[in-house]
Nanobody, 126 residues
Framework: VQLVESGGGLVQAGGSLRLSCVPSGGSFGSNAMGWFRQAPGKERELVAAVAALRNGGRIWYADSVRGRFTASRDDAKSILWLQMDSLKPEDTASYYC??????????????????WGQGTLVTVSS
């Protein structure tokens, strides 16, 4: 399965963007799904994760985005979203969706990944 993100762009601080991720073939219904981001010179970090529905569909957020970002999935349509509100300049990064090698959020935290998207750039100006 290949993943394709869209929705990145340039936004002012305090603004909002909505990212989406779809598989180019197949589906991700049996995988936990997550959003990572990587800023220049920094490691790729997990910011939001959604467990597979058969694992309860629990959602986890990094402390840096909790309360501002909302992740969701629609397995019937095979779409993963990341709604990003109250954006800050420090949110500037390339954002990547990922399908975990398994159904749990723990797999994403361990970066045990079956497929990555190509990334979409989010730039937040001050």
């Amino acid at each position: 399965v290949q993943l394709v993100e869209s929705g990145g762009g340039l936004v002012q601080a305090g603004g909002s963007l909505r990212l989406s991720c779809v598989p180019s073939g197949g589906s991700f219904g049996s995988n936990a799904m997550g959003w990572f981001r990587q800023a220049p010179g920094k490691e790729r970090e997990l910011v939001a994760a959604v467990a597979a529905l058969r694992n309860g569909g629990r959602i986890w957020y990094a402390d840096s985005v909790r309360g501002r970002f909302t992740a969701s999935r629609d397995d019937a349509k095979s779409i993963l979203w990341l709604q990003m509100d109250s954006l800050k300049p420090e949110d500037t990064a390339s954002y990547y969706c990922a399908a975990a090698r398994g159904i749990t959020i723990a797999a994403l935290k361990a970066k045990s990944i079956d497929a990555w998207g190509q990334g979409t750039l989010v730039t937040v100006s001050s």
